[in-house]
């Protein structure tokens, strides 16, 4: 009679993510992304659920001891996914019972004999009789002795039932093969008794009875053989399950699908009956491989197991264990972390039919929690959250872990939660289903911040004074995720010293408006209006090599800029807008200048060298359209970035501002990097050398300002030089080349610039790079290494020769 | 400047009675060809002698001769005039300073010249300096570049301290050719005068001698080592080159400040800005389309329920 032994498998992938919910707002103009902190922790949990129905001899039941590999697994390669910081992975599984077995055809333990002629479970299920079961009565560490003499062979049930016995060592014996098998041989992790237990003598029969009807064997017996030191010797031998060979395998997904439930055999039956029964059931399996869906095992696994049946010659339990191992591991290294093997039916037949079930999702929820976890309808909109969702994560696909994870990493990106968990859970409704729950605490929507801090300025000969200490700060405030659209107002403002906060005032304001073109419509428009004002030293009035210092002219610009941003992909993206500002320049005493400074020979200080602005007042204003299209399909082999970008910046002018400013100022930035080496990709392993080619040429028609000019020198343009050093011109050129080589987990390059002003430094008005004598182009060479963050790299300047060492931080290109 | 009366030309008086008949011989001629007023520009480096060629040249001591310090910050303007006929001689400070041409003299010079016509340049450099250096070009680009290179046209090459005796025991004029030839040939580089312009070499290079220890013939005009009297010579040079046929170089705005570069292609730029955005714009989009087309995507995402094909 066969029943269906529930079996349970506990794996719940949940995925947390803690986002530091402080942001901070320096003074530059840009925003810096919030700091997420990464952590990753790994509960694993397994709980035993006791078989529903007590397994009969009919039914085989497999059962692996450890179903950890798998939750090993995904934790570490979720912590190298980056996007978030705890996780606890726990799949609940509910079993799906399995199939009716086919009568003659069906394999079935049949009460332990029988050889497969029996009345065929046809099925096997999988069982987690999980050894923390036994171990939780393991913390009584007293155990009794035998009380026996020594080597004597003890039947089990000769032992007594009042004391623990501690095995010392465990046994299996093959009567097959006449040989003992080693510890290392697949049946050992189905016995949940290890060396060194305390055990009774009731755990010790469940456990033999759990062996007997679990399928894999035909017989299998338990004795003891006692040790002088009080302890035990199990020796477990037995006889393996075989059937007969096959030659062909199927894999079917059995996902979804409605469990037929066995008629009872009536043990009256005439043999006629029997017989009437097996070929209904047999038919009914037919029906069900039908009706079966195609499963995505690919072909080389199937032939990689028909090599293994073809090899095998008779199918033993052996081997429809390795190949149910073999079928899960494809399933769980391509992270179908939900798939597993259910059942083998069709035994006895030419055919091993391998019933899967994949793990389709029939459900995908969206819930909020509040700071304790409880249910609360969120302010955020579902279908902000929907579309950062791949659609693998969506009904009728079969969970997968990695789309987990791209959710997981998708919506962290929004910044709107502190903690995120995707969560597969089973439905219950629907056996072999899986409900992805989604699972997120939001952010505060207002945050106001104030941060202040004390500067000290070196005061006369070098040491602080008292006088020199300022109060500085940020103000900032925030209004996050309005109308739960992601749209958002910050503004920040800060000074270097309170008192007198109109020496150095840096102000920002932005409103940003995502799904432009509606949050369903897949188009990702973002709109973006900002009030700024930056202050910058213009590094159009620097001198050359040789010239003394030259009066420094700062450049503040304060104004108003729309754009609107269209991300392509998550590098590549299309922005356009318009900015209207109100550009002053001042000298160091903050005094509007008109025009460049220069130091006479004799001294003296004349203020005639070019002017700094386009108006001759010292303030202008101008209107201009500024769009930027960046492509980017870099991505990083091995910590090693290849790949192309692509940048085009174009400032228009519209005739509109002092002057009548009308202008085209264009730059266009292409940067190769280029793998010079095939790698093989993967963590841990070394990057590839890599050679980076980087071309930017920069121009403007139509009326330049002198703090528009595109100068030459500087760590981002020629290095080994001073920011504009090299010049100030209308049209500029500059290319480098750089060799990166891994060294242990860094890289050292050696690279060679050259910039250019293509003679246009007297198309500037004034010519600021004549003025100060700067040549308008030069070229550099070096080496350097990478620690981390910093470069530390040696640079000959080519005007000169000379050469000297830079630490810089972050990349050149 | 224009203000400043014209005085009539009294220093020509001094000079011995055959350089005045030579020079107003040369002079007569100048009006028979309808020029009446004849505007030299003396520049060079510092202390090479243009103030004391001035000097020579007008006969009077009408500019301030230093031998240390350089003249003056400004460039001075002296107008003599003789039956009808005005020369204008416009002194400039040396062009160097601290090793470098000193731009804001430069722009003095400029400015001080605007809406001038320039006759003549009198490029002025000593014979005696044995070596031309970069200085030299420097300065020689600095004027081609405020005035154009069609000022050589319009240029005389003078050396000064013509009366030495060269080092070495070399022949005078050996050493003359060889010292002429080097500056040319600076000249030539710093004006970027190229091989095709003919008139490039037919700069003349004259000797000057400003020293009251000059040398003089039987006529008491103060001559060179060769025996020619060089101020008649000098002017008949000057003459010549006036009449030559090239235009004079006008000074006005536009060729001070330059063309301004603000201006130059501003009516293409609509064009521009189309070709930008059908050329660079465009293609750039279509390279990301095909990015996101070309794109690596994992197998999870390719493989979907109804994509896997069931194959036995």
Redesign the interface.
């Known amino acids: 009679m066969p029943t269906f032994a529930a079996s349970s498998h506990l794996l719940n992938p949940t995925l947390t993510h803690s986002l530091s919910s402080r942001r901070r707002f320096p003074s530059s103009s840009q925003n810096p992304k919030p700091l997420t902190s990464l952590k990753c922790h790994l509960s694993s949990s397994s709980s035993s659920s006791s078989p529903s129905d007590p397994p009969t001899s009919d039914c085989l039941s497999v059962k692996p001891l450890n179903p950890s590999p798998l939750l090993d697994s995904i934790p570490k390669s979720l912590a190298s996914a980056a996007a978030a910081a705890s996780f606890a992975i726990l799949l609940r599984f509910s079993p799906i019972g399995g199939g009716g077995g086919g009568g003659g055809n069906g394999f079935g333990g049949g009460g332990g004999g029988g050889g497969g002629d029996g009345s065929g479970g046809g099925f096997w299920e999988r069982l987690f009789s999980s050894p923390a079961a036994i171990a939780d009565e393991q913390q009584n560490p007293e155990w009794d002795s035998h009380g026996l003499p020594a080597n004597i062979v003890v039947q089990l049930n000769k032992l007594s039932g009042f004391k623990k016995y501690k095995l010392s060592e465990i046994l299996f014996f093959d009567r097959r093969r006449w040989t003992t098998v080693g510890t290392e041989d697949s049946f050992f992790e189905m016995v949940s008794l290890r060396p060194g237990g305390i055990y009774t003598k009731a755990q010790l029969q469940k456990e033999l009875e759990t062996l007997a009807t679990c399928g894999m064997f035909e017989k299998v017996d338990m004795e003891g053989k006692t040790k002088p030191d009080g302890t035990l010797s199990l020796t477990i031998s037995f006889t393996e399950s075989t059937w007969q060979s096959a030659d062909k395998f199927r894999c079917i997904n059995v996902g979804l699908m409605p469990q037929t439930k066995p008629i009872e055999m009536d043990p009256d039956m005439t043999d006629k009956e029997k017989l009437e029964y097996y070929r209904s059931q047999e038919k009914d399996y037919r029906r069900r491989i039908d009706r079966a869906r195609p499963c995505m095992l690919p072909m080389s696994v199937h032939r990689e197991i028909l090599q293994m049946l073809r090899d095998q010659g008779k199918v033993s339990a052996r081997l429809l264990q390795k190949i149910r191992d073999r079928v899960q591991k494809w399933y769980h290294d391509e992270g179908y972390a939900c798939a597993q093997v259910v059942n083998f039916g069709n035994l006895n037949t030419k055919e091993v039919v391998c019933e899967v079930v994949e793990g389709d999702i029939t459900q995908l929820v969206i819930q909020f929690q509040d700071k304790l976890g409880n249910v609360v309808e969120g302010n955020t909109q579902t279908p902000v959250i929907r579309r950062e969702l791949p659609k693998q994560l969506r009904q009728s696909h079969v969970f997968n872990i990695e789309a987990g994870k791209q959710a997981l990493r998708n919506i962290n990106s929004l910044a709107l939660f502190s903690n995120i968990e995707v969560n597969p859970r089973p439905d219950e409704k629907n056996e072999g289903g899986i409900i992805v729950e989604i699972k997120l605490k939001e952010l505060e929507q207002k945050q106001a911040e104030v941060s202040t801090e004390w500067s000290i300025v070196p005061g006369r000969g070098g040491r602080p004074t008292l006088a020199s200490l300022q109060p500085g700060g940020t103000v900032s405030f925030e209004h996050r995720n309005i109308k739960g659209l992601n749209r958002s107002i910050l503004g920040s403002v800060t000074t270097s010293n309170f008192f007198n906060p109109q020496d150095d005032l840096a102000f920002k304001l932005e409103y940003v408006h995502p799904y432009l073109d509606g949050v369903t419509n897949p188009r990702n428009r973002t709109l973006r209006a900002s009030c700024f004002n930056s202050r910058k030293l213009s590094p159009v009035f620097t001198g050359g090599p040789g010239v003394d210092e030259v009066p420094p002219i700062w450049v503040d610009r304060a104004g108003l800029k729309a754009n609107i941003t269209e991300n392509f992909t998550r590098q590549s993206k299309f922005t356009y807008g318009l900015v209207m500002e109100e550009v002053t320049t001042r000298d160091e005493s903050s005094h509007i200048s008109p025009y460049g400074q220069r130091v006479l020979p004799s001294g003296g200080i004349s203020a005639d060298g070019p002017p700094t602005t386009l108006s001759g007042t010292g303030i202008d204003r101008l209107a201009f359209l500024q769009a930027n299209i960046t492509r980017d399909n870099t991505k990083y082999v091995n910590g090693a970035i290849v790949g192309q970008r692509n940048v085009f910046q174009l400032d228009q002018g519209l005739g509109i501002g002092s002057n009548f400013p009308f202008f085209n100022r264009h730059q266009l930035t292409c940067t190769g990097f280029i793998q010079l080496k095939q790698v093989e990709e993967g963590a841990g392993k070394p990057p590839p050398p890599v050679l980076v080619l980087h071309g930017h040429y920069g121009g403007c028609v139509g009326d330049l300002p002198s703090y528009d000019a595109f100068t030459l020198g500087g760590p981002y343009s020629v290095r080994g030089y001073n920011m504009g050093e090299l010049g100030a011109a209308r049209n500029i050129l500059e290319l480098a080349a750089e060799l990166r080589i891994p060294v242990k987990n860094t890289h050292m390059y050696v690279f060679a610039e050259h910039g250019n002003d293509l003679g246009s430094s007297k198309l500037v008005k004034g010519n600021p790079t004549e003025v100060y004598r700067r040549m308008g182009h030069g070229s550099s060479y070096g080496l350097g290494a990478k620690f981390g963050l910093v470069r530390a790299e040696y640079a000959v300047d080519h005007n000169s020769g000379t050469g000297s060492l830079f630490l810089r931080f972050g990349e050149r290109f | 400047m224009a203000s400043q009366l014209i005085r009539e030309w009294v220093g020509i008086q001094q000079f011995p009675a055959s350089t005045q008949t030579k020079l107003l011989d040369l002079l007569g001629k100048l009006k028979h060809e309808n020029v009446s007023t004849l505007t030299i520009l003396v520049m060079g480096k510092g202390g090479v002698g243009k103030s004391s060629t001035v000097n020579s040249i007008i006969g009077e001591r009408v500019v301030a001769v230093s031998a240390f310090q350089s003249e003056g910050p400004r460039p001075v303007m002296i107008s003599r005039s003789r039956a009808g006929f005005t020369l204008n001689i416009i002194d400039t400070p040396g062009l160097i300073?601290?090793g470098?041409v000193n731009?804001?003299t430069l722009?003095i010079i400029k400015r001080f010249l605007l809406d001038r016509t320039i006759d003549i340049l009198l490029y002025v450099d000593r014979l005696d300096a044995y070596r031309v250096d970069n200085l030299d070009k420097q300065v020689i680009k600095a004027i081609t570049d405020s005035f154009g290179k069609e000022i050589w046209r319009r240029a005389l090459v003078v050396l000064t301290h013509a009366q030495l005796s060269p080092p070495d025991g070399l022949e005078y004029d050996l050493f003359f050719y060889k010292r002429s030839e080097a500056l040319m040939k600076i000249v030539k580089l710093g004006a970027r005068i190229r091989k095709q312009d003919t008139w490039g070499s037919s700069v003349p290079v004259v000797l000057v001698e400003n020293s009251g220890r000059c040398n003089k013939n039987e006529d008491d005009e103060k001559i060179l080592p060769d025996g020619t009297a060089w101020i008649p010579n000098l002017v008949k040079k000057m003459t010549d080159v006036a009449l030559n046929g090239s235009k004079a170089i006008l000074v006005d705005k536009k060729l001070i400040e330059?063309p301004?570069?603000?201006r130059?292609?501003?009516e293409?730029?609509p064009l521009?800005?189309a070709l930008?955005y059908f050329f660079?714009?465009k293609p750039?989009?279509g390279?990301?389309?095909s990015?996101?087309a070309k794109?690596a995507r994992?197998?999870?995402?390719l493989?979907?329920?109804g994509a896997?094909?069931?194959?036995?």
């Open positions: 300073e601290g470098y731009d804001q722009e330059g301004n570069p603000n130059r292609w501003k293409f730029i521009i800005f930008q660079i714009i750039i989009q390279a990301i389309k990015d996101i794109e994992p197998s999870w995402e493989r979907d329920v896997a094909s069931r194959k036995f």
